[in-house]
């Protein structure tokens, strides 16, 4: 079975599992009630990684580690070579074209996508069972019912004996306001933050610029 999504595991969650690991064996081994359980990790996997990693950090570094060629005689320099590093990654993209379909009948903006490839009673029976479940899908922020705590919880690591602090407002200029502002109203909308009449402490924000987004900045609430 091969998950969607890799995890890193902290020292916390092994120590919780109570799992020994072999990077040699590449192998990881915890207690069950049925038994001792195994994790085999892939070797080939593992040398594609590596390998990955390796030609990054040399098309990080490697023009100005590599070994030039003395001048010639004639006092001429040689050619340069020119790098490959400037190549673009390829972009993943859908094995097949994709259909729409609406999972809401008459809402043309509820929409998801199935194979166009597929015959006409399998798009039927999986465009009849996407509408059957269409609850659980979450169009707009409000619709995420959230994750159970149970399940996990995030915590403050704070001193529960320290004083809040009110923050001093900080003056940021006009433009960033604006920009503050208008990510405030994003998050409000979202359901994300509400406003209240008496804070026991308050921070201000950070603006921090997004990647190669236009100077587009997003909001970090200092705790």
């Not at 320099?77 to 490959?84: D, G, R, V």
């Not at 995030?154 to 809040?164: E, M, S, T, V, Y």
């Not at 003056?171 to 994003?186: L, M």
Request: proline share 9%.
């Amino acid at each position: 079975m091969y998950p969607l999504h890799n995890v890193i595991l902290g020292r916390p969650t092994l120590n919780t599992f109570q799992a020994v690991i072999s990077t040699y064996h590449m192998k990881i081994k915890f207690p069950t009630p049925g038994g001792i359980g195994e994790v085999q990790g892939d070797p080939l996997q593992s040398r594609r990684c590596y390998v990955d990693a390796v030609r990054r950090g040399e098309k990080r570094g490697g023009d100005d580690t590599q070994d030039k060629a003395p001048p010639s005689k004639k006092g001429k320099a040689p050619e340069e070579k020119i790098s490959e590093a400037t190549e673009t990654p390829a972009k993943v993209q859908p094995a097949e074209e994709l259909l729409n379909i609406q999972i809401i009948p008459g809402d043309p903006d509820k929409t998801t996508r199935i194979g166009s490839h597929l015959g006409e009673e399998a798009k039927k029976e999986i465009t009849l069972c996407l509408q059957r479940n269409a609850d659980i899908f979450a169009w707009t922020p409000q619709d995420l019912e959230g994750i159970d705590p149970q399940v996990i919880t995030h915590h403050l690591n704070i001193d529960p004996n320290c004083k809040p602090v009110k923050q001093k407002k900080r003056h940021f200029g006009p433009e960033k306001d604006k920009i503050i502002q208008a990510e405030v109203n994003k998050l409000m909308a979202a359901g994300h933050i509400e406003e209240i009449q008496f804070p026991e402490w308050l921070s201000n924000v950070v603006l921090v610029p997004k990647p190669g987004e236009n100077g587009e900045c997003a909001l970090i609430f200092e705790t």
